[in-house]
């Protein structure tokens, strides 16, 4: 299957991750928190064909990580997936919202200006600000909410902006993530674990076990588990197809 949102550099045991992800047939869209970190971490999967690196900086570290927006653009070509990307509105980020807002329409400009690009976007406690930054670009990137928690009404934008979305384990576990999961067009939605941050049973998640949803997604969405399999690889195939048809 696949899990379109880990960080993989960030495990304990990487390669063992890896490992597992090659014998399981996961696809893996790996995730990195800062340009400096994107060559490393692409090397660790060079010899995993299911596996491909985004080049990020996560909102969390922009007010400290700005000087990398230079190299952020050096290295841009190299790849057709950027991530992690976003905002983040949580107490302890809450004062660098300005400096994060520069960042994010940065790099959002940069992926419009390279032909577009796959994006994994963080929202937290920042919804209706990535939703407005996103209906302010040139659009000619495709934008994957990750662990999207906004409300009702910024599903619906989202929606209407044609947005994507990934989802967790951690995520439908919460009444809340199921009733967002409910809302999304079930041919926009992707796997995810978000490892190692989020856990299952004390442990870090690994790729492998974002089809731990499927019996969820399959009772959210009214079908069988074979049917939402199917839906969920059927979609995979299409966020393939537009990650090959951007600049890169």
Known sequence: MM???CHL???DNPQEVIRQATEAGTYVLSVTTTPKAFPGTKRLSANSPRIRTALGLHPQLAADRYSELNLFDLMLSETQYVGEI???GSTEF?????IQSKVFRH????????GGKVLSIHSRNAA???LQHLSEAAGSSTSILHWFSGSSQDTAIANDLGCWFSVGPAMVRAKSGRERVSQMPIEKVLLETDGPFAMQNGKPLVPAQSELCIPILAEIWGVSKTT?????ADNLKAIGVLARSVGV
């Not at 809450?94 to 300005?98: A, D, R, V």
């Not at 939402?228 to 969920?232: A, D, G, N, V």
């Open 3 to 5: 899990d379109f949102h």
């Open 9 to 11: 550099d960030l495990y």
């Open 86 to 88: 976003g905002l983040d």
């Open 94 to 98: 809450k004062s660098s919202l300005p």
């Open 107 to 114: 790099i959002l400009e940069s992926c419009d200006r390279s």
């Open 128 to 130: 209706g600000r990535v």
């Open 228 to 232: 939402t399999r199917q839906q969920l």
